[in-house]
């Protein structure tokens, strides 16, 4: 197992109660000035983070900003991540410290960046993610566990549901491969490929 | 067996499909700008790689660049840096670059179809979820993260689960001052922001072929903001007029045998999609929305929703939060208020078209004094043919101040911003809170309502000013 697979996450988990969080929220325009990838999770949800742009006046009610919850699993409402293609939004919630999203309802291109930067996006049902939510806030040391190979999330002595993942997608993120590199051992069916065209 | 248009391009671009997982797909076209592509050309070099195949990616700067005095070096460090990154990167792999003072410069989703570089029955990406706008030319073109763009560098293929299909049909006759932009903002309205989402959208019926192809980029170009991979409008004479003699468009006889497969580009006629939906556009006034997501619009003589009025709890925070942020109550009508700003641009609307149009409603006229108004051409060939046709002259004397061609206050990336708190008619795709700026509060209308709004300083009904009666 490399260093980015992913397999079994036990943790507890912050609740960010919000529909349609789009990939502008979650990492602003302004700050995707960087040309390398790292150090996008001090923005991370920075103008709900933070009051009037300035970094020492926090927005007290902000779950990321309630000391009570932590952990490496955000739950959050259905259509997370939707707008912008920016990959930033992905490697914001990574950088932050996440390793797991949750939601009931994920936006395409997010989903696709997120396991590609080996952040699991796990889609459980409405009333699911109601448990969660309402168990998190009820008890925020409470843990949830994702489970990738028998994919299954679970709450601490509680429910327990089953996600879907493809298989091809499963195998790539428990042995840390890219889809790069099975696109590069593929050159030369794509050289083939084009031939035909 | 009978098909649609998307399963038709689909299949022929598929290399391979793994079983339980993606298909590897081929792709014809590949548009990269400053911001999404540095990670991935550093990715590139890491591995040792070089671009596979280097003629089939295009490069400008958009999104980050400044719209006053692009001659001038760029003063915002961290954004030279990126620009120059771009410049760099183009150089060193040998990817075509129509940066800054380049005369094809500007806002790639605009630029592409104007240089006659998007051709019906490509495969096209960029790292930008406004992609869909090609689909205008009855192509499959979608938005990708940065790694995606580093596989299309690196391989020319990405790999994609196949979306379902929808198809919209949109019939009859438009009513006067309504144009392409409410047509969508109104599909977006009925359907959610999220009500694409896993689809691909064929946009099909009689309103959607008597439009231009500038109108039918609009459209196409919104189907993210219903959560949609992308959307397409199958190519016909109108697409092929707009084609013929552009820069990179096939000439002589091999326009003629491109023609021919153009064609026959279309959904069967008994082809089943996943879903359909049915407007009647008769049922469209001008829009605008009220919401932080574009999904929360209305005609522009409705009245903001009611939260109190919504059963379900989750959609009645949803709502509240979103009209708290925008400062708006329900029940009311936001026709008549005050606006501080208005902003004419970005890969939805500033196409030529876009600016015949306002120009031919605002000439003679003068903005009111209160408001601000910014017109961004969408790239250096709009700019030169805004000047051209003297429309720059309506514009300054109508005191629309003109700038350079970018992404501009639509995103709020450089230094044009929406001031906190303020107000802004845009006649761009986003009204997510401080998409245009921390804390502005952006309003979603056609170039002909935000012109309107321009010259009275209130939300305005553009209908009024073309003296025909609203439906």
Redesign the interface.
């Known amino acids: 197992m490399n260093s980015k697979a992913i397999s079994v996450v036990t943790s507890t988990a912050v609740p960010l109660n919000i529909e349609n969080v789009d990939t502008d929220q979650i990492i602003p325009a302004r700050f995707l000035k960087a040309t390398n990838r790292e150090g996008f999770g001090k923005n991370l949800f920075r103008d709900w983070r933070y009051i009037d742009n300035d970094e020492n006046k926090p927005h007290e009610d902000f779950v990321l900003n309630q000391k009570k919850y932590s952990g490496k699993i955000l739950v959050a409402g259905k259509n997370f991540g939707c707008g912008s293609s920016r990959e930033h939004a992905a490697w914001a919630i990574k950088d932050y410290g996440f390793d797991v999203v949750v939601s009931s309802f994920f936006a395409d291109i997010f989903r696709n960046n997120a396991l590609n930067n080996f952040l699991l996006p796990v889609v459980v049902s409405d009333g699911f993610l109601h448990k969660l939510f309402t168990a998190i806030i009820a008890d925020p040391s409470k843990e949830i566990t994702v489970d990738l190979p028998s994919q299954t999330i679970t709450l601490a002595g509680g429910d327990s549901e089953t996600f879907q993942i493809s298989d091809y997608k499963k195998t790539c993120l428990l042995n840390g491969y890219d889809d790069i590199n099975y696109l590069l051992s593929q050159r030369a069916k794509i050289e083939a490929f084009e031939k035909s065209i | 067996m009978s098909k649609t248009l998307f399963e038709k391009i689909w299949e022929?671009h598929v290399?391979?499909s793994?079983?339980?997982?993606?298909d590897?797909l081929?792709i014809d076209k590949h548009f990269i700008h400053e911001?999404?592509s540095?990670?991935a050309f550093?990715?590139l070099e890491k591995?040792g790689?070089p671009v596979f195949r280097p003629q089939k990616t295009i490069a400008t700067a958009d999104?980050?660049v400044p719209t006053l005095h692009q001659e001038l070096p760029i003063k915002e460090a961290?954004?030279r840096?990126?620009v120059e990154?771009l410049t760099e990167n183009c150089a060193k792999y040998g990817v075509e670059l129509y940066g800054l003072g380049h005369p094809f410069q500007g806002i790639v989703h605009v630029i592409g179809p104007e240089l006659g570089i998007t051709q019906p029955g490509m495969t096209i990406v960029c790292?930008?979820?406004h992609t869909s706008t090609h689909g205008a030319f009855g192509t499959i073109a979608f938005?990708?993260?940065?790694?995606?763009v580093?596989?299309t560098l690196?391989?020319?293929?990405?790999?994609?689960?196949k979306?379902k299909v929808m198809r919209i049909n949109v019939e009859g006759k438009l009513h006067p001052g309504v144009v392409s932009k409410d047509i969508i903002l109104h599909i977006i309205s009925k359907i959610s922001?999220?009500g694409a989402?896993?689809y691909f959208v064929e946009y099909a019926g009689s309103t959607i072929r008597s439009l231009s192809m500038e109108a039918r980029m609009t459209i196409c170009n919104m189907s993210?903001e219903m959560?949609a991979?992308g959307g397409m409008i199958a190519p016909d004479e109108v697409t092929f007029a707009y084609m013929r003699g552009r820069k990179f468009a096939p000439q002589g006889a091999d326009w003629d045998k491109k023609l021919e497969e153009w064609k026959k580009l279309k959904s069967d006629d008994d082809a089943v999609f996943d879903r359909e939906l049915n407007i009647d556009a008769g049922d469209i006034e001008p829009m605008i929305t009220y919401g932080t997501?574009p999904g929360q619009g209305m005609g522009i003589s409705d009245t903001v929703p009611d939260p109190e009025k919504l059963q379900d709890e989750?959609?009645r925070n949803?709502l509240r939060?979103s009209l708290t942020y925008m400062g708006f109550k329900g029940g009311e009508k936001m026709k008549g208020m005050h606006v501080q700003n208005v902003f004419i641009g970005s890969c939805t609307n500033s196409r030529i078209e876009d600016f015949r149009m306002i120009a031919s409603l605002i000439k003679g006229k003068k903005k009111s004094p209160d408001i601000n108004v910014m017109i961004v051409p969408g790239s250096q060939q709009v700019a030169a043919q805004i000047v051209k046709e003297g429309l720059d002259k309506i514009f300054t004397e109508s005191g629309f101040f003109i700038r350079q061609p970018g992404c501009s206050a639509c995103?709020?990336?450089n230094e044009d911003k929406v001031p906190a708190g303020e107000y802004c008619v845009s006649t761009s795709n986003?009204n997510?809170?401080?998409?245009q700026g921390?804390?502005a509060r952006t309003i979603l209308a056609s170039p002909l309502t935000a012109a309107a709004t321009a010259l009275t300083g209130k939300i305005s009904d553009v209908r009024e000013l073309l003296n025909v009666n609203p439906a």
């Open positions: 022929k290399v391979e793994i079983a339980d997982g993606p590897v081929y911001v999404t540095p990670q550093a990715g591995r790689l999104h980050n961290l954004s840096k990126q990154k790292g930008d979820s938005g990708i993260g940065t790694s995606e580093e596989m690196a391989t020319q293929c990405i790999m994609q689960g979306p922001a999220s989402t896993g993210i959560g991979r997501n989750s959609e949803a939060k995103l709020g990336m986003r997510f809170e401080g998409r921390p804390n």
